[in-house]
């Protein structure tokens, strides 16, 4: 593992946390490949290619108004080689009113893979989920 890579790997995830924060979709899109799937937690089974993905976060970030959403990823590993790399985390979000109180927050789970195209790295699939509890099929979203 280089550890240039896991710096990029890092990166990423500092401009992922800043783009939600500033629900700026361009610089979220951009993280990105063209080709992306994700397999996300929230209602569709699974969305392919940049461009579908793009129109999913348009709406979260548009439907925040203007509450503010922190970031923070924890139990992260990365593993990574000279062409791609791969994180598991735990990712809590935490919707906060525009004087920083807490409305509600959660985790989930996510796993990214990302790979170096034209010496770029962008995130070629991401996955997340969240546990269902066995007693009553819902999902945990806090641990």
Do not use: C, Q
């Amino acid at each position: 593992m280089t550890s240039d890579v896991v710096e990029r790997v890092h990166s990423t995830i500092e401009r992922y946390r800043s783009a939600v924060r500033a629900k700026d979709v361009d610089a979220f899109a951009a993280l990105y490949a063209d080709d992306v799937r994700v397999f996300d937690a929230w209602g569709t089974w699974f969305y392919s290619g940049a461009a579908a993905w793009r129109t999913v976060v348009a709406g979260w970030f548009s439907s925040l108004g203007t509450d503010i959403v922190e970031v923070l990823f924890s139990d992260t590993k990365i593993e990574a080689g000279e062409e791609m790399a791969t994180l598991a985390s735990i990712v809590s979000y935490s919707n906060r009113s525009d004087t920083g109180a807490e409305l509600r927050s959660m985790e989930n789970r996510i796993t990214w893979v990302l790979v170096r195209r034209a010496g770029a790295w962008r995130i070629a699939h991401e996955h997340s989920s969240a546990p269902i509890d066995l007693a009553d099929l819902k999902a945990r979203l806090h641990r």
